[in-house]
C-alpha cells in the first residue's frame, strides 16, 4: 500500500499543478477579465484536501470494503462543505470577485471529482487483487464434473 501512496502523491502533485498552470494560463488568455484574486488558493485548496483524502484512505483496512464505502461517502461531504465555507469565506472578503472565484472553483472541483475516482478506483483494484494474493489454495470453490 505504501508504494501505491508513494504513487498516487507524486501523481497528484503533478496533477494539481498542471491544472493550476493550465486553467491560470487559459483565464489570463481567453478570459482576462476573470482573472480570479487570490487564485493559488484554489488549487492549494483541493491539494490538501486530496491529501487527506489519500492518507485517509492508507490507513482504511482491506478487509472491510463496507468501511471503505462509508469513509469515501464521508469524505465527499466534508469536502462539499468545506467548500462551500470556502466559498462563503471568499466573498465575506472580497465580494465583487465572487463570481470569477466560483466559477475557477467549480473547474477545479470537476478535475477533483474526476481525480477522487480514479484514485477510488484504482485502490478498489489493488484491494481485490491483495485479496486474491492472500487466499489459500484450499479457499477457492471446488468444482465438481
Known amino acids: 500500500m505504501n508504494k501505491l501512496t508513494k504513487y498516487f502523491l507524486i501523481f497528484h502533485t ?3 499543478f498542471a ?3 493550465i486553467v491560470w ?3 489570463k488568455l481567453l478570459f482576462p477579465d476573470m482573472i480570479v484574486r487570490g487564485f493559488i488558493t484554489i488549487p492549494l485548496y483541493f491539494y490538501l484536501m486530496e491529501i487527506i483524502f489519500i492518507l485517509r484512505f492508507r490507513r482504511t483496512p482491506l478487509d472491510n470494503p463496507a468501511h471503505l464505502v462509508n469513509l469515501y461517502i464521508l469524505i465527499r461531504v466534508i469536502k462539499i462543505f468545506t ?3 470556502v466559498i462563503l ?3 465575506i472578503i472580497h465580494q465583487p470577485g465572487i463570481k470569477s472565484y466560483a466559477l475557477t472553483f467549480i473547474i477545479f472541483y470537476l478535475i477533483s471529482l474526476i481525480w477522487e475516482t ?3 478506483l484504482k485502490m478498489e483494484k489493488f484491494i481485490k ?3 486474491e494474493q492472500n487466499k489459500h489454495p484450499n479457499d477457492h470453490e471446488r ?3
Open 14 to 16: 503533478v496533477m494539481i
Open 19 to 21: 491544472a493550476g498552470v
Open 25 to 27: 494560463f487559459a483565464l
Open 83 to 85: 467548500s462551500f465555507a
Open 89 to 91: 469565506l471568499y466573498w
Open 118 to 120: 480514479f484514485i477510488y
Open 129 to 131: 487483487y491483495i485479496g
Open 143 to 145: 468444482i465438481d464434473l
